[in-house]
């Protein structure tokens, strides 16, 4: 498939990827062994016809493929361009052993992308039941629950927070990855099949989980890990520190890489230090690197090993020239006299024991302390629930007090009636899980309708 | 819902002007003490604006601004008729709205504009309402009339003295405490010095003082951690755990210097919008 050449994609925030063209598709489809077993689907939390649609990409049949896709994922487009194949799908497809996994990902892409040049068919959906739903949040979790209930002829009503529907795929991950135009046209179809996105619209403030649960017969929450976490070290709060999480809105929701065309200004210095190790601190580094910073370095406490980054993000991070110091941790971010960040001060770790991640614990070198000199610090070392807006349900919470608890088969809550799923329930995880969770919840919201009387 | 369309409007002040929206669902639901971030359309920023008051039977809000920079420039070059894109609200936790006894409330520039409603709540839990309201001169001074209506004494004063005391607002502060004695609570909004100045004094007295912080935001709903404040050393996000803050508890310097963050950036993006409009106008 083809790419960007590094040179080139740094100056734009055009994709890197570029897709293949329909030969190349029916080339690397033709390699697919149509397996009985099918071990890829395994690797699929969804659970995709990986082979059945795979086989019509073979057979030169686009469109009926991604009508098969599509009957288990509502977002190829997305999917095909963001899931971590290399630990999903294609890390069990019999021919990685040899090291040559069948692009499972990017022939989804191609199909999708095919799809939506020639026009997308939008399925019959049945009589309405007259059943009513809310959903809350229209990241990937809500709009899959959405989709799912409106082709069972359910009405549903997705609120969003924010002016622009999508969640993360919208204000987190960057366009040079998952071009809004594609994330708009997977919307455009989610709102094709009857789902109606009131915009400007939280909930908990707008109107209360109670409002919903007195006008709707069923609730879904899918609100997210939007809260960003911070370091808790000296000099966190210096001009030119940013979490992650405002350093891509701006970019990404808002657009400042467009400025001043686009109204929302974003500032990066000559030397940029990203703190943290997944595709939050990797994306933030490419966008760095792309608003003109002369050296972008992502520090990370542990090793490459157990960062849980996409593996071609990082191949093609340190392609644009992002810098990877391993071992390192953060101890003080230090300031000029007008409060602008200038130093970072550091220390080695080495890996001790393993913490309850199943990860080895990160250790401080006693007498390992040394500086970098930059101007941008750029926070990314995870989200939490932003718990704070349902705080009116507070049976809903887990004992920790930070997540929701939902039941991981049916996303059913202690409260009758409401489900939930998607980061809100498992912290950060990925596009694929929280859809999956979408899934199951969307079937179990049917039963719970069919239900009532 | 998106495209709110504007129905009134008035110019209170030079450059402090007033807008009606019709939204109301937001009027439905607003309390004192709130706000909304606004996105003028697809190319603009979010910026939090208070409710300076609404309308629950003509499901109206309003907006009170001073224009500063890019957005409030165009914001109030909307006139009735227009739409603004995106409004989302009501943010914030509302004013804490009890009965206090003696309070007062103090207010400076466009800050009277958010001091208002939470002045007549107040006022309606029947405490007894003292306020001293200040501003650069006279025809700056805005919501005189509705601040008579709930408080009293209402104390004046204006930087080049054309009304009232001249001074800042902290003359009219120590007046107060002179003449009525001290208060048993305190409400403070607006410039962030006048409001760390007014909050060492009422200390001294120790004299609770609530103000309302006005930190840069990007979504105002708890995502961005861009209006970090920090409060009795904690962080806090003042779009959820706000706006409304302890004034004694604040990091003045820290909160201060934060709002510098993206003055070079605002300043090109005004000087852009304004050289366009002038040509637009000589045209
Ligand atoms: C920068 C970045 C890069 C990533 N890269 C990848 C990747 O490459 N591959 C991958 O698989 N995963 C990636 N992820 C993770 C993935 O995006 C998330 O796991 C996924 O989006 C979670 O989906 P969700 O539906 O649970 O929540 P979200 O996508 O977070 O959506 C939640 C939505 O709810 C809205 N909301 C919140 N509170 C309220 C409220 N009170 N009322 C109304 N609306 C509300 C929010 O505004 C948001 O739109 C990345 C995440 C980030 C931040
Ligand atoms: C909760 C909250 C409520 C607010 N309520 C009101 C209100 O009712 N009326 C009103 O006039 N303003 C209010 N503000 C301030 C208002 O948001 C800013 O004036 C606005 O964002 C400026 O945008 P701009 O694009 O016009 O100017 P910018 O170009 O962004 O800034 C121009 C100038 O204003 C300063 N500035 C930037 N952001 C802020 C800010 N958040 N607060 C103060 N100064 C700032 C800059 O330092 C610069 O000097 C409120 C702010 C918050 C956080
Ligand atoms: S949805 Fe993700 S995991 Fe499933 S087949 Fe597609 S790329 Fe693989
Ligand atoms: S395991 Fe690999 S070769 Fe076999 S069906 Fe799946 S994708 Fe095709
Ligand atoms: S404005 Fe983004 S967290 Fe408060």
């Not at chain 1, 370095?297 to 071609?312: D, F, G, H, K, S």
Request: net charge positive.
């Amino acid at each position: 498939m083809a790419i960007l050449d590094p040179t080139m994609r740094i100056r734009t925030f055009d994709e890197v990827t570029l897709g293949y063209t329909s030969d190349q598709a029916k080339r690397e489809a033709a390699r697919c062994r149509g397996c009985s077993q099918a071990p890829c689907r395994r690797g699929c939390p969804i659970g995709v016809d990986i082979p059945g649609f795979i086989s019509l990409v073979k057979e030169g049949k686009f469109r009926e493929a991604a009508q098969r896709l599509r009957e288990r994922n509502t977002l190829p487009a997305v999917c095909g361009r963001v899931c971590p194949q290399d630990r999903n799908c294609e890390k069990h497809c019999v021919l990685a052993k040899k090291g040559a996994p069948i692009a499972i990902g990017r022939l989804e892409r191609f199909v999708a992308d095919w799809e939506r040049e020639h026009g997308m068919t939008v399925p019959p959906t049945p009589g309405s039941t007259g059943k009513r739903v809310a959903v809350v949040g229209s990241g990937p979790a809500g709009l899959t629950v959405a989709a799912a209930l409106a082709r069972k002829g359910h009405s549903v009503t997705v609120f969003e927070a924010l002016h622009a529907p999508g969640g993360v795929l919208s204000y987190g991950i960057p366009q040079f990855r998952l071009p809004k135009e594609v994330v708009a046209a997977e919307i455009d179809y989610v709102c094709a099949l009857g789902v109606k996105i009131e915009l400007n619209t939280p909930i908990g403030k707008l109107y209360s989980l109670r409002d919903l649960r007195r006008e709707y017969d069923a609730v879904f929450l899918g609100t997210g890990a939007g809260l960003p976490r911070l370091l808790g070290i000296p000099g966190e709060h210096l001009n030119g520190v940013y979490t992650a999480n405002e350093f891509l809105t701006r970019v990404n929701l808002m657009k400042a890489y467009l400025f001043p065309e686009y109204a929302t200004p974003v500032r990066v210095g000559k030397r940029v230090a990203v703190i943290g190790g997944g595709n939050v601190a990797v994306d933030a580094a490419r966008v760095a690197v792309r608003l003109g910073a002369e050296e972008v370095v992502v520090l990370y406490r542990r090793t490459l090993v157990e960062m849980p980054v996409r593996a071609e993000e990082y191949r093609f991070a340190c392609r644009e020239g992002v810098f990877f110091r391993f071992l390192v941790a953060p101890l003080e971010f230090r300031g000029d006299a007008e409060g602008w960040v200038r130093e970072v001060l550091c220390t080695r770790c080495e890996l001790g024991e393993v913490d309850e991640s199943g990860r080895r614990r990160p250790v401080p070198v006693p007498g390992s302390e040394f500086t970098i000199p930059i101007d941008t610090v750029i926070v990314a070392i995870g989200q939490e629930p932003n718990i704070l807006a349902l705080a009116e349900v507070s049976e809903l919470l887990t004992p920790s007090g930070r997540f929701v608890g939902a039941d991981p088969e049916t996303g059913a809550t202690p409260v009758p009636g409401v489900f939930a799923g998607g980061d809100l329930v498992t912290g950060a995880a990925t596009v694929i899980q929280a859809m999956t969770a979408g899934r199951r919840a969307a079937k179990a919201i049917d039963r719970y309708l069919s239900e009532l009387e | 819902m998106i495209n709110f369309p504007v129905v009134g409007k008035t110019e209170l002040a030079p450059g402090i002007k007033k807008l009606v929206v019709e939204a109301p669902s937001l009027a439905a639901k607003a309390k004192p003490g709130q706000f909304v971030v606004l996105h003028l359309h697809a190319q603009g920023e979010r910026i939090p604006l208070t409710i300076a008051d609404f309308d629950r039977e003509e499901g109206t809000i309003t907006l009170i601004f001073q224009e500063v920079g890019l957005t409030t420039f165009q914001l109030g070059s909307l006139e009735p008729g227009d739409t603004i894109r995106d409004i989302a609200g009501p943010l914030g936790r509302p004013s804490r709205v009890d009965y206090f006894g003696k309070v007062l409330c103090v207010g400076g520039g466009v800050g009277c504009a958010p001091l208002y409603p939470i002045a007549r709540a107040l006022r309606e839990q029947k405490n007894d309402l003292a306020a001293v309201v200040g501003a650069r001169s006279r025809e700056f001074l805005i919501l005189r009339k509705e601040m008579e209506q709930v408080c009293s004494p209402l104390i004046i004063a204006t930087d080049d003295g054309s009304e009232g005391l001249q001074g800042t607002v902290l003359r009219g502060v120590e007046k107060y405490f002179r003449e009525y004695g001290k208060p048993d609570y305190c409400v403070c909004i607006g410039p962030p010095v006048m409001m760390e100045a007014v909050c060492s004094f009422t200390r001294n007295y120790k004299v609770k003082t609530v103000v309302s912080l006005n930190p840069i935001m990007v979504d105002g709903t708890g995502m961005c951690g861009a209006c970090r404040v920090v409060v009795g050393g904690e962080v806090k996000f003042a779009c959820v755990d706000g706006p409304e803050f302890d004034g004694h508890l604040v990091d003045w310097e820290l909160f201060r210097r934060r709002l510098q963050f993206y003055k070079r950036e605002e300043k090109l993006a005004l000087g852009a919008f304004l050289r366009k409009s002038r040509s637009a106008g000589e045209r």
